[in-house]
C-alpha cells in the first residue's frame, strides 16, 4: 500500500497513552480514558531493569480480559553497564523477566534501549557515560536480550528497535541496527517542542514520524512500525496539530501510536486546553480497538 492509498490514521491505527497524573500508572490511565470518553487500547509504560511487574501487567489486562490492551513497556538500562548484559551477568534477570511477559494474555512490545541515537540516556554511545563503549557493544547487548525472551518462548513479546526523531551526538540510529532478525518492530519517539512567532509548529506530527519512518522501514523490509512517544507543546495550533495526525493518509506500517501524556518539559497533556480535548474525543471515538 502507498500513500496514496491509505486511508485516515485514525481508522487503521490504536492508540494509547503513557499517562502520568499522580497515581499509580494503572489509575492514570483510567483517568486519561475518562477525561477523553474513550479507551486507549495501547497502554505505555517505563520499567527500569526489575523483575518483571506483575501487578502493573495484571492491571493492564483487567481493562479487557477479552481483547488485552497491548503492552507497550520501555525497558529501561539504568545504571547497568552494557558489557555485562553482553557477558551474561544479567542472564537470569532477562529470562525471570521474559518468562513474567510470557504470562500476560495480550501482546508485549518492549522499546528495549530506547532513544539510543540521542545523547541524553547512559545506553547512548553519544552520552558522557561510559555504560556503553560503541554501537557494536550495543548491538551484541540487544541481541543478548532477544535471544533470551526467544528462548523463553515469550511468544507474545516483539522488541521494537525505537529511535529518536532526530540523531543527536554524531552517532546515527543505524548504527545501533542490530539485524533485522534481531528486530520484531521499528519506531520512533517525537515532539513538536514549540511555536514560531506566526503560529506556525516547529514541526508537525507528519514531519515527527516522517524521516525516520523512511530510514528504519528501510532497514526492515516487513516489520510494522509504532510511535512510541508524541506530543505537542502547548500553543493556539495544537488542537489542528494532532487533527493532522488523526487524518494523515501517510506511512501505510504505522500500526500504533502511544501518547505522551505529562506536563513535563512542555505540557504535553492531551487535555492541556479545551481545543484540543474536544480532537481527541471526536477522533478517538472513531478509532480501533
Keep these: 500500500m502507498t500513500d496514496d492509498e491509505c486511508p485516515e490514521l485514525v481508522t487503521r491505527c490504536r492508540f494509547g ?14 483517568a486519561l480514558e475518562a477525561r477523553l470518553g474513550a479507551a486507549l487500547p495501547v497502554f505505555s509504560w517505563f520499567s527500569a531493569l526489575h523483575d518483571w511487574d506483575a501487578g502493573t501487567a495484571g492491571g493492564i489486562a483487567a481493562f479487557d480480559p477479552a481483547d488485552p490492551y497491548d503492552c507497550m513497556v520501555c525497558l529501561e538500562p539504568w545504571d547497568t553497564r552494557l558489557a555485562d548484559v553482553v557477558s551474561g551477568a544479567r542472564d537470569g534477570y532477562f529470562r525471570r523477566w521474559a518468562g513474567g511477559a510470557r504470562a500476560y494474555p495480550g501482546r508485549v512490545l518492549v522499546r528495549l534501549m530506547h532513544e539510543a541515537n540521542g545523547n541524553w540516556y547512559p545506553w547512548s554511545v553519544a552520552h558522557e557515560s561510559d555504560a556503553v563503549t560503541d ?3 550495543w548491538q551484541e547487548a540487544w541481541r543478548r536480550v532477544v535471544g533470551i525472551a526467544r528462548g523463553q518462548g515469550a511468544t507474545n513479546v516483539a522488541f521494537v528497535f525505537c529511535t529518536n526523531t532526530n540523531d543527536v551526538g554524531g552517532v546515527p540510529a543505524e548504527a545501533y541496527w542490530p539485524g533485522a532478525e534481531w528486530v520484531d518492530v521499528v519506531g520512533v519517539d517525537g515532539y513538536n517542542w514549540g511555536w514560531d512567532a506566526a503560529g506556525r509548529p516547529q514541526v508537525t506530527a507528519e514531519q515527527v514520524i516522517g524521516p525516520m519512518y523512511r530510514r528504519l522501514t528501510a532497514l526492515h523490509p516487513t516489520a510494522e512500525f509504532v510511535v512510541g512517544e508524541i506530543g505537542c507543546a ?19 506500517r504505522l500500526t500504533r501510536v502511544a501518547y505522551f501524556h505529562e506536563a513535563k518539559e512542555q505540557d504535553w497533556r492531551l487535555d492541556s486546553d479545551e481545543a484540543t480535548l474536544r480532537v481527541h474525543r471526536r477522533y478517538l471515538a472513531r478509532a480501533p480497538r
Design 17 to 30: 497513552a503513557w499517562s502520568a497524573l499522580g497515581g499509580t500508572p494503572v489509575e492514570d490511565h483510567r
Design 234 to 252: 502547548a500553543g493556539p495550533g495544537k488542537a489542528a496539530w494532532h487533527e493532522a495526525l488523526y487524518r494523515s493518509r501517510r506511512f501505510p
Design 135 to 137: 554501537p557494536e557493544q
